[in-house]
Nanobody
Framework: VQLQAYGGGLVQAGGSLRLSCAAS????????MGWYRQAPGKQRELVAL???????NYADSVKGRFTISRGNAKNTVYLEMNNLKPEDTAVYYC??????WGQGTLVTVSS
């Protein structure tokens, strides 16, 4: 299974972006999907996870600004990012349990 992420780009602080991710096959349902990010020189960190039919979990740094959701199509996940800050600059990776990863999409927030 491959995960394909879309939607990164360059945005000014205070702006918004929407990331999308879809799996390459849908023979089975991925239980947990989400997003991680890795800033330059830092370790990869959790942004948000959303299990099927359960509440989402968010990193404290993005609570109230980011919203994760599952799509109507199987094995799709979105991340709505509002009020972006320069510290949100990172490569964002789509994740699907147990260990599927997307190729990463770069989000750059300018001050």
């Amino acid at each position: 299974v491959q995960l394909q992420a879309y939607g990164g780009g360059l945005v000014q602080a205070g702006g918004s972006l929407r990331l999308s991710c879809a799996a390459s096959q849908n023979f089975f349902s991925i239980n947990v999907m989400g997003w991680y990010r890795q800033a330059p020189g830092k370790q990869r960190e959790l942004v948000a996870l959303i299990p099927t039919n359960e509440q989402a979990n968010y990193a404290d740094s993005v609570k109230g600004r980011f919203t994760i959701s599952r799509g109507n199509a199987k094995n799709t996940v979105y991340l709505e990012m509002n009020n972006l800050k320069p510290e949100d600059t990172a490569v964002y990776y789509c994740y699907g349990s147990p260990a599927y990863w997307g190729q990463g999409t770069l989000v750059t927030v300018s001050s």
